[in-house]
């Protein structure tokens, strides 16, 4: 513990110093524009994109994500559906106000909210990592407003409360994350180091890969907002996952290094009927690293009937 301490506090310094000499002689930052609409969702403003016509198809990103993270697959999945592509709070261009609910309860329940705003009925929710979660919650509490459910690199809603304290940042970590964002010199070094680990092929994580993620965390508020995100997944009740009826596919990467795929066969198992693939050369970020595979499966089962 000791020696983590000095290697923590190390970088701490080591990236506020950075951060300070990046911050004098900085060049004018401004975050990139949002590319869809702004509405007011249960106490919120949610940044999502609306793309084509047919069964609607909800995208619901990971922790730290945003629309970006579905920008290869939007198209395809466009041709055949309404594609919703929502921004959580406390990410991409949606809010970070001191008075939002970040539970994955909560962003669950303004999920439906947006469905109800967009006269939407019932639709297929894909979501991945954190999103996984949130979209098992809507599925588990409002079966009727789902009509598939695909989790990708998901986390499980079910996780016992004291694992999900156990696998909440330490302070210091975000101390340093804070840190680093008043700087974008500095966040992108971290975006750096970190992006590779999410990833099969490290070839992927490319500079423009590293803006597009690390660019809307350098939104003020960020930071605050995640520390109430994480304090309330430490409290939240898990989800009945035996309770899911809709239809339901589970992928993973086989190289994901964040949801190895044992834990996500452990999830399709714990929902009834789930059907449970592996994306070959594929890390966390499949969906991105692997869109023509991904595509491929997600395609498949959105478009097979259901038996009774």
Same mark, same amino acid.
């Given at each position: ?10 970088a701490l310094a080591a990236v506020g110093a950075g951060g300070w000499v990046a911050w004098k002689r900085r060049a004018p ?81 303004? %999920?439906?909210?947006? %469905? ?25 509490? #409002?079966p009727e407003r789902v009509e598939r459910l695909i989790l990708v690199a998901a986390v499980s809603a079910a996780q016992p ?38 990833? #099969? ?16 965390? %350098? ?21 009945? %996952? ?67």
């Amino acid at each position: 513990m000791k020696r983590k301490a000095i290697v923590l506090g190390g970088a701490l310094a080591a990236v506020g110093a950075g951060g300070w000499v990046a911050w004098k002689r900085r060049a004018p930052w401004q975050a990139p524009l949002p590319e869809g609409i702004i509405r007011d969702v249960a106490g919120a403003k949610v940044h999502y994109i609306d793309e084509g016509s047919g069964p609607p198809v909800v995208l619901i990103h990971g922790f730290a994500g945003s629309t970006f993270s579905w920008r290869f697959v939007i198209p395809d999945l466009a041709k055949a559906h309404r594609v919703i592509a929502i921004d959580l709070p406390g990410f991409g261009f949606s809010d970070r106000g001191p008075g939002v609910d970040y539970s994955q309860t909560g962003q669950a329940e303004r %999920l439906v909210a947006l %469905l109800d705003l967009l006269g939407i009925q019932r639709a297929t929710l894909i979501g991945h990592s954190m999103g996984g979660a949130i979209a098992q919650r809507v599925a588990a509490s #409002h079966p009727e407003r789902v009509e598939r459910l695909i989790l990708v690199a998901a986390v499980s809603a079910a996780q016992p409360r004291d694992v999900a304290r156990r696998g909440r940042p330490a302070g210091p970590m975000f101390a340093l994350v804070g840190v680093a964002q008043r700087s974008p010199r500095a966040m992108y070094a971290v975006g750096r180091r970190a992006l590779p680990r999410m990833v #099969h092929d490290a070839e992927y994580a490319t500079e423009e890969v590293m803006r597009g993620y690390i660019d809307p965390l %350098l939104i003020p508020g960020t930071v605050a907002a995640v520390r109430k995100m994480t304090a309330a997944a430490g409290e939240e009740a898990p989800a009945a %996952l035996s309770g899911i009826s809709a239809p339901t596919l589970v992928l993973s990467g086989a190289s994901d290094r964040m949801i190895p795929p044992e834990q996500g066969l452990e999830l399709a198992e714990a929902i009834p009927g789930a059907r449970y693939l592996v994306i070959p050369e594929a890390g966390h970020l499949l969906a991105e690293e692997r869109p023509e595979a991904f595509l491929e499966e997600v395609l498949a089962f959105l478009h097979e009937s259901v038996t009774a």
